[in-house]
């Protein structure tokens, strides 16, 4: 297994993973190869999260040749995936190869950087669109950003997640890379989630961006800038 538990998060630190996430951090890393990067820090992710998060079983298996004893995942099918739109979407495509039949759920939230970061050290969230699908007790949800930083949009994506859900088994708030301010701010607000990450960097700077970071995670991999 290669999560290492901290007092603040659950580091993933599978090689693969750091490695592309220095690929994803280089400034000359362009727009295809930043989407893709992201695509399969996704995959390696979700791949972590099942190998240390959840249970197998032992099930019988007929092969060619003989009986024999296999493992499976278990409540592989008993996944939610909510996809903070926009930078998260190519992240969650790669989950979704981690979770092929996971229900998906969509909050559309942006910070309003004109607006500036507060003295507390928060942005204001606009959200747009919500849709979630049900969950349920079996649940384990995965909420999917690739950049936590002051963690207003987490914190505000999760009170909406929160009033929607009901009980659930797992709450992960995955990120590619965090700041230490937006671990505290989503851990002090919502203590039940568990959160992931594969970086967590030194510092916010003035502007509210990740230092060192990889700059815009959307702006890069949508090209907007
Ligand atoms: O922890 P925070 O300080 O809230 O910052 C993190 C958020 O900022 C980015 O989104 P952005 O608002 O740039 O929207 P985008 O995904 O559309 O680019 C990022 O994808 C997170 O959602
Ligand atoms: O460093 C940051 C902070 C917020 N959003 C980003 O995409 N990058
Ligand atoms: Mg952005």
Excluded: W
Aim: hydrophobic letters at 40%; charged letters at 30%.
């Amino acid at each position: 297994m290669t999560i290492e538990d901290r007092d603040d998060a659950h580091l993933i630190t599978h090689a693969l993973a750091k490695d592309t996430l220095s690929r994803l951090r280089d400034v000359e890393t362009e727009q295809v190869a930043f989407r893709k990067g992201l695509v399969k820090l996704g995959r390696i992710c979700g791949y972590e999260i099942i190998d240390g998060a959840m249970e197998t079983e032992y099930v019988p298996v007929t092969t060619p040749l003989q009986e024999t004893t296999g493992e499976r995942v278990k409540g592989l099918d008993d996944v939610v995936i909510i996809n903070v739109l926009r930078a998260a979407t190519p992240f969650v495509e790669g989950l979704l190869k981690a979770f092929p039949r996971a229900k998906q759920g969509v909050i559309s939230a942006g910070r309003d950087e004109a607006a500036g970061m507060t003295d507390d050290g928060e942005f204001p969230i606009t959200i747009d669109y919500v849709k979630l699908p049900e969950i349920g007790p079996d649940d384990t949800v995965i909420l999917a950003d690739p950049m936590l930083a002051t963690g207003s949009t987490m914190c505000a994506v999760l009170g909406h997640v929160l009033e929607e859900a009901g009980d659930f088994e797992d709450l992960f708030v995955l990120s590619a890379v965090s700041a230490p301010d937006g671990l505290v701010r989503v851990s002090d607000q919502v203590p039940e989630a568990d959160l992931l990450t594969v970086a967590i960097d030194d510092r916010l700077d003035d502007d509210g961006f990740i230092v060192p970071g990889l700059g815009d995670a959307g702006d890069r991999a949508f090209r907007t800038v």
